[in-house]
């Protein structure tokens, strides 16, 4: 059986939420799935890397950065990551996404860059929709929530009040299924 380490960053749960159903599709396919939330452990207590192989990164992103958990994974096993980059594998979810013509954008401003800073290539990268929740049960923080809902106002496409989520779970299964496509190449 293959190993695959997925690897994520979330501030608000959703992140959480697309590794989660990403790690299902790739059990169904058979392969041994650690799921590791890297807010929760730290770098050091990770398992080796050469013991997987492919490996699967996923974060959320806010003005404009990916979780500081996972730029900091890309950065201390860029190496690991150059030698394996033909099964790595990188996804963020983000508003900028919900549009999909907004998407090469999200890939290049959110994921390239980071990638490129650290020197590392990967294999498949995407750029998913994002949740926004506005609703009195969110998990925003007080000022995130009212800096959101202002800009929710001018934007047609987002409901002020409501939980918005642009995520695509077609898109996202078909990520996933390719990816383990290419553990079985
Ligand atoms: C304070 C704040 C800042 C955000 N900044 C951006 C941004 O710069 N670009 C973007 O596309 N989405 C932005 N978003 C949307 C998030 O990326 C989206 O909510 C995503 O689903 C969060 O993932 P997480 O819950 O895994 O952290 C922002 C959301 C919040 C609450």
Same mark, same amino acid.
């Given at each position: 059986?293959?190993?695959?380490?997925?690897?994520?960053?979330?501030?608000?749960?959703?992140?959480?939420?697309?590794?989660?159903?990403?790690?299902?599709?790739?059990?169904?396919?058979?392969?041994?799935?650690?799921?590791?939330?890297?807010?929760?452990?730290?770098?050091?207590?990770?398992?080796?890397?050469?013991?997987?192989?492919?490996?699967?990164?996923?974060?959320?992103?806010?003005?404009?950065?990916?979780?500081?958990?996972?730029?900091?994974?890309?950065?201390?096993?860029?190496?690991?990551?150059?030698?394996?980059?033909?099964?790595?594998?990188?996804?963020?979810?983000? *508003?900028?996404?919900?549009? %999909?013509?907004?998407? !090469?954008?999200?890939? +290049? @401003?959110?994921?390239?860059?980071? #990638?490129?800073? $650290?020197?590392?290539?990967?294999?498949?990268?995407?750029?998913?929709?994002?949740?926004?929740?506005?609703?009195?049960?969110?998990?925003?923080?007080?000022?995130?929530?009212?800096?959101?809902?202002? *800009?929710?106002?001018?934007? %047609?496409?987002?409901? !002020?009040?409501?939980? +918005? @989520?642009?995520?695509?779970?077609? #898109?996202?299964? $078909?990520?996933?299924?390719?990816?383990?496509?290419?553990?079985?190449?």
């Amino acid at each position: 059986m293959k190993k695959v380490l997925l690897v994520y960053g979330t501030r608000y749960g959703s992140t959480a939420e697309i590794s989660q159903k990403v790690g299902e599709i790739l059990k169904e396919k058979d392969l041994n799935v650690e799921l590791i939330n890297l807010e929760e452990v730290k770098l050091k207590k990770l398992p080796p890397l050469e013991g997987f192989d492919g490996i699967l990164i996923g974060s959320g992103i806010k003005i404009s950065k990916m979780t500081k958990s996972v730029r900091k994974f890309i950065s201390k096993f860029a190496d690991e990551l150059k030698n394996k980059q033909n099964t790595v594998g990188i996804f963020i979810s983000c *508003m900028m996404a919900n549009n %999909p013509e907004e998407r !090469p954008k999200a890939r +290049n @401003d959110y994921i390239k860059k980071v #990638l490129q800073e $650290n020197g590392v290539e990967v294999a498949m990268l995407e750029a998913f929709g994002g949740v926004l929740d506005l609703t009195d049960d969110s998990n925003l923080g007080g000022f995130s929530k009212k800096m959101m809902g202002k *800009m929710a106002e001018e934007d %047609p496409n987002l409901t !002020p009040g409501g939980k +918005n @989520d642009g995520r695509d779970w077609e #898109l996202i299964t $078909n990520f996933a299924e390719e990816f383990c496509s290419l553990l079985s190449e």
